[in-house]
């Protein structure tokens, strides 16, 4: 059966407060999605958007960034369904053995309140860089 677990390490760079830069490919293996996941050097990603409530932030904020990212990707490009999404993000959580007490409320919050970004997604999607011109077309 197919390990899911992170091929690579996630190297960023804060664009601003709120946003990252890819500087390295992300590369994920996926059971759920049946293989590799890779999210090319350049994307940009808010990593997991936690809202600053202050509790909310200090439990489940800064946490989760390489899941967060693979989920951003999954979102913006609709490579898979918004379910789909949201289930290889907690898959992803698991496989880098993430405590249960983290995990489920940070999926359980992108089940129920991530339609709209799911729905926006390729509105946001963005890539820095020097990509090809046949990449972008097929994502946008």
Excluded at 18 to 31: G, P
Excluded at 62 to 91: G, N
Excluded at 110 to 123: E, I, N, T, W
């Amino acid at each position: 059966m197919l390990e899911s677990k992170f091929l690579s390490e996630l190297e960023t760079r804060d664009l601003d407060d709120d946003r990252c830069e890819l500087l390295s490919d992300l590369v994920y293996r996926s059971r759920l999605f049946g293989g590799i996941i890779k999210v090319p050097r350049g994307f940009v990603s808010d990593k997991a958007s936690v809202p600053r409530v202050p509790i909310v932030y200090t439990i489940w904020g800064d946490r989760s960034h390489r899941e967060a990212v693979v989920h951003d990707w999954l979102y913006q490009t609709h490579l898979t369904t918004k379910k789909m999404a949201d289930h290889i993000f907690l898959e992803a959580m698991e496989a880098r053995n993430k405590s249960w007490r983290i995990r489920w409320p940070m999926y359980i919050g992108v089940m129920l309140a991530g339609q709209s970004s799911y729905d926006s997604g390729p509105k946001r999607f963005t890539i820095l860089g020097n990509q090809t011109p046949e990449f972008y077309e097929k994502f946008t």
